[in-house]
């Protein structure tokens, strides 16, 4: 059997047992493979062949052009790959057991403080609020809270064409984009999971919403006051404006009517933090603000965790670092004797 055919039945292992995530997946795909064409050119034809000196070479080789951080995917990739090799009998013994990932720098998250935050979200609320009184049409249909008010198709219908008006859909977009944020500061959620999220994953009676987070692992969340007024406004108002006959249940649409991007959900948080004077932060500065404020505010460790769907409760410890710099701040400020 080729090495190639090896590294399929691997991917094979990977999604069916492994629950990781399609860009994972792509991105060990591409560390083995590069490995083992750089293998190959030595002409080393099978894995039994290969030794750790040759794989440290390899790794030698690489670390010449790429960060650490990529060299210690790229050995974690490695170390799967032979391990699985082993375990299935492919190889007699496993010659990437004794690699070592590079210890790597643990910076602190970039976080905004929660007057900041505040400062973030009055400003969106304001600026949706201006901007959708001259625009959105207010005899838009009932609520289409799980479907209500929806044909069948969950869409709404309209007899004209002003409803897509420039300014109609400038106010659905000012809705839209005040929704986003809300509910990335109030759930903590990646903004991969944002833009994934559909109509029937939001539970308004119970303010909490199903997300699809890394590996198709699903998870509730809960959300406030500010985010669900944030979303009935969207959805009854601003979504309405925006539908189209392939919209489906996405919950965010552009103003083609199609899904939104990431791109598009980065490009919104950037804008409304420049606007509201704040540091400059993406959506996943918000999710690391979300979990320090909840645990400055005495939220348990691991329910922080599972809000955030974290696999490591090593991950989330990150934050309590955030909240002692800022413990250590304020005693600065307010003892005497600091």
Same mark, same amino acid.
């Given at each position: 059997?080729?090495?190639?055919?090896?590294?399929?039945?691997?991917?094979?292992?990977?999604v069916?047992?492994?629950g990781?995530?399609?860009?994972?997946?792509?991105?060990?795909?591409?560390?083995?493979?590069?490995?083992?064409?750089?293998?190959?050119?030595?002409?080393?034809?099978?894995?039994?062949?290969?030794?750790?000196d040759?794989?440290?070479? !390899?790794?030698?080789?690489?670390?010449?052009?790429?960060?650490?951080?990529?060299?210690?995917?790229?050995?974690v990739?490695?170390?799967? =790959?032979f391990? !699985?090799?082993?375990?299935?009998?492919?190889?007699?013994?496993?010659?990437?057991?004794?690699?070592?990932?590079?210890?790597?720098a643990?910076?602190?998250?970039?976080?905004?403080?929660?007057?900041?935050a505040?400062?973030?979200?009055?400003?969106?609320?304001?600026?949706?609020?201006?901007?959708?009184?001259?625009?959105?049409?207010?005899?838009?249909?009932?609520k289409?809270?799980?479907?209500?008010?929806?044909?069948?198709d969950?869409?709404?219908?309209?007899?004209?064409?002003?409803?897509r008006s420039?300014?109609?859909?400038?106010?659905?977009?000012?809705l839209?984009?005040?929704?986003?944020?809300?509910v990335?500061?109030?759930?903590?959620?990646?903004?991969?999971?944002?833009?994934?999220?559909?109509?029937?994953?939001?539970?308004?009676?119970?303010?909490?919403?199903?997300?699809?987070?890394?590996?198709?692992?699903?998870?509730?969340v809960?959300?406030?006051?500010?985010?669900?007024?944030?979303?009935?406004? !969207?959805?009854?108002?601003?979504?309405?404006?925006?539908?189209?006959?392939?919209?489906?249940?996405?919950? =965010?649409?552009?103003?083609?009517?199609?899904?939104?991007?990431?791109r598009?959900?980065?490009?919104?948080?950037?804008?409304?933090?420049?606007?509201a004077?704040?540091?400059?932060?993406?959506?996943?500065?918000?999710?690391?603000?979300?979990?320090?404020?909840?645990?400055?505010?005495?939220?348990?460790?691991?329910e922080?965790?599972?809000?955030?769907?974290?696999?490591?409760?090593?991950?989330?410890?990150?934050?309590?670092?955030?909240?002692?710099?800022?413990?250590?701040?304020?005693?600065?400020?307010?003892?005497?004797?600091?």
């Amino acid at each position: 059997m080729q090495m190639d055919e090896h590294v399929h039945d691997f991917v094979t292992y990977l999604v069916a047992n492994c629950g990781l995530s399609d860009n994972t997946v792509k991105a060990y795909v591409s560390d083995i493979d590069s490995c083992l064409h750089t293998l190959s050119l030595r002409g080393i034809r099978s894995l039994d062949a290969v030794s750790v000196d040759d794989l440290r070479s !390899w790794l030698a080789r690489e670390s010449r052009s790429h960060a650490r951080t990529s060299m210690a995917r790229r050995i974690v990739a490695i170390r799967r =790959f032979f391990a !699985w090799a082993h375990e299935h009998g492919v190889i007699d013994t496993d010659p990437a057991s004794t690699l070592t990932t590079p210890k790597l720098a643990q910076p602190l998250p970039v976080v905004l403080n929660e007057a900041q935050a505040a400062r973030l979200m009055q400003q969106v609320e304001t600026d949706s609020r201006m901007r959708s009184t001259a625009g959105v049409r207010e005899d838009a249909p009932e609520k289409v809270h799980g479907g209500v008010g929806a044909d069948t198709d969950g869409e709404h219908k309209r007899g004209d064409d002003d409803a897509r008006s420039p300014s109609a859909l400038d106010s659905a977009m000012a809705l839209r984009d005040a929704a986003m944020v809300e509910v990335l500061y109030a759930t903590g959620m990646r903004v991969a999971e944002l833009v994934g999220l559909d109509l029937d994953a939001i539970d308004f009676s119970q303010r909490t919403m199903r997300v699809t987070g890394k590996g198709n692992k699903q998870r509730v969340v809960p959300f406030g006051v500010p985010a669900a007024h944030a979303l009935e406004r !969207w959805i009854d108002l601003g979504r309405s404006t925006c539908v189209m006959p392939d919209s489906g249940r996405a919950l =965010f649409l552009g103003v083609r009517g199609m899904r939104i991007n990431q791109r598009v959900a980065r490009q919104v948080v950037h804008a409304k933090a420049r606007e509201a004077g704040v540091p400059d932060i993406g959506p996943h500065a918000l999710r690391h603000s979300a979990a320090t404020h909840m645990l400055d505010g005495g939220a348990d460790l691991r329910e922080v965790q599972e809000m955030l769907g974290h696999a490591s409760l090593n991950t989330t410890q990150r934050y309590t670092h955030v909240s002692i710099e800022g413990l250590k701040g304020r005693y600065r400020q307010a003892f005497p004797r600091a």
